[in-house]
């Protein structure tokens, strides 16, 4: 059974840091990328950073040069990590990571159960 925790979301002041994590296990199936999407309150779900099986990572123009996705694979898990930096009250929201990949010809997506992140003075 596929399972996806969330840890490190919390309250911190503009300008601060937080670090989240994402550890996956039970996975069974090919993984095709890693990613992190954010939902404020009356927002879609966006897309914040993705990291490949090849360690290539893309991120939303917003925090390009503040966040940065990682990943580690450690014997039946996957972890994914996010370090936010300079973190601005916009960047507060619900964070939830994402394993997308394949097994045969069959997608599979699983999502995190989602962490709060607020930033405010």
């Known amino acids: 059974q596929v399972q996806l925790v969330e840890s490190g979301g919390g309250l911190v002041q503009p300008g601060g840091s937080l670090r989240l994590s994402c550890a996956a296990s039970?996975?069974?199936?090919?993984?095709?990328?890693l990613a992190w999407y954010r939902q404020a309150p009356g927002k879609q779900r966006e897309l914040v950073a993705v990291?490949?099986?090849?360690?290539?990572?893309?991120?939303t123009d917003s925090v390009k040069g503040r966040f940065t996705i990682s990943r580690d694979n450690a014997k039946n898990t996957d972890t994914v990590y996010l370090q936010m930096n300079s973190l601005r009250s916009e960047d507060t929201a619900v964070y939830y990571c994402?394993?997308?990949?394949?097994?045969?010809?069959?997608?599979?997506?699983?999502w995190g159960q989602g962490t709060q992140v607020s930033v405010f003075s």
């Open positions: 994402n394993v997308h990949g394949r097994r045969r010809w069959q997608t599979m997506d699983y």
């Open positions: 990291i490949g099986g090849d360690g290539s990572s893309g991120y």
């Open positions: 039970g996975i069974d199936f090919t993984i095709d990328t």
